[in-house]
């Protein structure tokens, strides 16, 4: 249950809805089945699978858990080339002619289509935690993209969801940088941990290194020279540890050993589903403190105009 990834979103315009509304809701859009022809879908499913008797959604103190299903057909392109070239080989030899390029479009359209059926389905079960009381989302996945796609899936769900990407005054690739380059500019309750990126101005060109100290004076000579942080690993007091990189995104998540361990010794017996909802809870408690703190420490959230043909939703 615990989250390895982030991706952050504010809500605005938030509308009142029932919980009940939006479970129906979140029903009516379920995961099905690919048919013969999709090469993808995503719908909503049990976060809980069969354990939570298909509750699509579970409300805890304040909190919603989600989960998406994104299934895709794999069809490897070298595949496709290859019967298109075994055809385009069958048609020139049979009627001594070349084969146009509009007709090998056609051909590949065709073969895809054809091949699509028998292509390998590849499923990917993404969470996503709401913060109802701070009107927050964070989607569990490492991909933009794929967080985009669960909150396209959410504003269609519910008719219209206004979010913007969380977004803070001081950018963190300034923050990562300065930190690096001035210890004292460090909060105190934030430690830098040994993974990094260090991105050239003007150039593509890159620097990634671990286990390497982070003080030493080959890293000042880097900074000096330019640099930029987009990616820097922290931990905040033992409560936790992830790589924040440019875009506000937290990857690699590990929370601390006392929240796993108060996680273990919860009394929820060998109850699957109770033991899924005290991990969620004591997760999300921890998420809502710790963004908030690093928020802090970026000098604040900024307020950011979603579209304006986007409306908001609340439970």
Known sequence: MWFKNLHLYRLHGVKARSLGEIDTLLAQRSAKPLGNSDARRIGWTPPAGRLGGGQMLHPLQGHLLISALRQERLLPTSVVAEEVADKVAEIEAGEGRKVTRKEKTALKEQITEELMPRAFVRS?????????????????????????????????TLGSLKATPLSSQTLPIRAMTTWLSDPASRPADLQLGDNF?????????????????????????????????????????????????????????????????????ADDGDDALARLETDFILMAGSLRQNVERLLEWLGGETERQPAADKGGVQP
């Open 124 to 156: 990917q079960k993404i969470d996503l935690w709401w913060d109802t009381e701070r009107n927050l989302i964070g989607v569990n996945t490492s991909s933009r993209a794929r967080a985009e796609d669960v909150l396209d899936l959410l504003r269609e």
């Open 197 to 265: 990126e260090l991105k050239a101005k003007g150039d593509d060109g890159i620097v990634r290194a671990r286990q390497v100290d982070l003080d030493s004076s080959e890293m000042q000579q880097l900074l000096e020279s330019g640099r930029q942080s987009s990616k820097l690993a922290l931990s905040i007091e033992g409560q936790l540890s992830f790589i924040l990189h440019d875009d506000l995104a937290l990857k690699s998540l590990r929370f601390g050993d006392a929240l796993i361990e108060e996680a273990d010794h």
